[in-house]
C-alpha cells in the first residue's frame, strides 16, 4: 500500500486540515497573494531546486530550478507535497513532516534523504531540507522544501569503482578496441526504440541510464581467463571453451555488489540463447532478463562487424543477415524485428566510434 493511501486511511490528511483554524484558513486565502511573492522572491531565479508550501502541505510555487530537476513531475502547483512525492518517502518521514510544520518540531526544520522517480525520469538521490519562509515567524504559514540533488555524485562514485575492474578487464583482452563503448550505444539505441512500445513497459529511463553504462561490463568476468585461453588465434578446444565460458560466472560474482541486479543479469546470461542452447544455464525465452537478451544481440552485432586476432571484419549487410539468421534461435525473435528496423543506427554508431578514429 503507498505511504499516502496510509494515511488517508489513517484519517491523518483530513486531522492534518481540521488542525488548522478556520480564521487562519481565511487569512492563507485572503493574504495569499502578497505572502506568495515575498515568500518566493528571493527563490525565483536561484540555481537550488525550491518548492513553496503552505501548513496544509499544498505547493504553492515551484521555481525554474526544481521543475528542470523534477522533468517526470508536471503542473506541481496547487498539488499537495504527500500527493506527488509521499510513496517515496517514509510513512514516518511523512508523519514527521506533519508534525514539523502543523506543531513545530524541531523548530519547524527538518532534513531527510530520499530516492525520486518516474518512468521518464531516471532516479535522482536528493538531499531536502524544510525550514519555514520566513524564519522570524513565530508561527510560520509557508515553508520552504529545498532539494539538493547529489545523484551525479553518488553515482560517479560507484560507477568509477567498476570501470577501475573494466579497465583491468581491458588489459587482458587486448584487440577490442572501442567494443565496449559501441555496445553501450547499441544496447542504448535498442531500448530507447523497446520504450514505447506496448510490453516493455518495464523499459523506463532508469533502465536506459543503467543499461547505457552496465552493457559495457558484459565481458568483465574475462578478467579471471587464462591470457594463452583469451587471446588464442584460431578455435578453442573443448576444454579450453569451458573455460572460457566461466566468464560468464564470474562476471555475476564481480558485479554482484552492484546495487543495480541489471549489473549481474548482463554478465551472467548475455551468452543464453532464445532456444535454451546457451551458456551457462541454457536459459530459454524469456526465462533470459531482457537486458541480457538487448545486450546480447548488441555484442554479436559489434563482434561481428570488427577485427579480431582470429578473424576478418564482415560489413555490415552481411552482419545483418546474419543475426537476422540467429530469429528464435539465438535471439528473441520480437527484439530481432526492432533491430531490424533500427539496423542503419547500428551502422552509424560503429562507424561513428570507429576504432580507427
Given amino acids: ?16 486540515t481540521d488542525e488548522i483554524p478556520e480564521e487562519r484558513r481565511r487569512e492563507d486565502t ?3 497573494s502578497s505572502l506568495l511573492l515575498s515568500s518566493v522572491k528571493p527563490f525565483i531565479n536561484s540555481v537550488f531546486p525550491v518548492l513553496l508550501i503552505n501548513k496544509k502541505l499544498r505547493i504553492l510555487f515551484s521555481n525554474g530550478a526544481c521543475e ?15 500527493d506527488v512525492f509521499g510513496k517515496f518517502f517514509d510513512l514516518e518521514d511523512i508523519r514527521v513532516i506533519r508534525e514539523t510544520v502543523l ?23 536528493t538531499k531536502i531540507y524544510l525550514f519555514p519562509a520566513d524564519l522570524a515567524a513565530r508561527d510560520p504559514w509557508e515553508f520552504i522544501v529545498m532539494f539538493d540533488d547529489v545523484t551525479e555524485e553518488n553515482r560517479n562514485l560507484l560507477r568509477s569503482v567498476f570501470m577501475s575492474l573494466l579497465e583491468a578487464s581491458k588489459l587482458k583482452d587486448n584487440d577490442t578496441g572501442k567494443h565496449i563503448t559501441r555496445v553501450n550505444h547499441y544496447s542504448i539505441r535498442l ?8 510490453g516493455y513497459e518495464r523499459i523506463d529511463a532508469d533502465f536506459i541510464d543503467n543499461i547505457g553504462f552496465l552493457a559495457s561490463m558484459h565481458d568483465v568476468g574475462k578478467i579471471g581467463t587464462p591470457d594463452d585461453i583469451l587471446n588464442k588465434e584460431g578455435p578453442l578446444s573443448d576444454w579450453e571453451w569451458t573455460i572460457m565460458q566461466e566468464h560468464t560466472k564470474n562476471g555475476a560474482f564481480i558485479l554482484s555488489t552492484y546495487p543495480n541486479p541489471m549489473a549481474k543479469e548482463i554478465a551472467l546470461s548475455h551468452h543464453e540463447r532464445w532456444n535454451g542452447a546457451g551458456y551457462p544455464f541454457k536459459l530459454e525465452g524469456d526465462m533470459i532478463p531482457l537486458a541480457a537478451r538487448i545486450v546480447s544481440i548488441a555484442d554479436v552485432y559489434d ?4 577485427t579480431r586476432s582470429y578473424k576478418p571484419p564482415i560489413e555490415h549487410g552481411k552482419t545483418v543477415d546474419k543475426i537476422m539468421d540467429g530469429k ?12 531490424y528496423a533500427i539496423a542503419g543506427d547500428f551502422k552509424d554508431i560503429y562507424e561513428n566510434h570507429s576504432d580507427r578514429a
Fill in 303 to 306: 563482434a561481428l562487424r570488427m
Fill in 103 to 125: 506543531n513545530g518540531t524541531q523548530g519547524y526544520s527538518w532534513k531527510g534523504e530520499v530516492r525520486i522517480k518516474s518512468r521518464e525520469m531516471a532516479t535522482i538521490q
Fill in 68 to 82: 528542470n530537476l523534477l522533468t517526470g513531475f508536471n503542473n506541481l502547483g496547487g498539488q499537495y507535497l504527500t
Fill in 191 to 198: 531500448a530507447r526504440e523497446l520504450y514505447n512500445k506496448t
Fill in 1 to 16: 500500500m503507498d505511504n499516502i493511501e496510509e494515511l488517508e486511511e489513517a484519517g491523518d490528511l483530513e486531522e492534518l
Fill in 328 to 339: 528464435n534461435t539465438q535471439f528473441d525473435p520480437a527484439l530481432l524485428d526492432v533491430f
Fill in 30 to 32: 485572503e493574504n495569499s
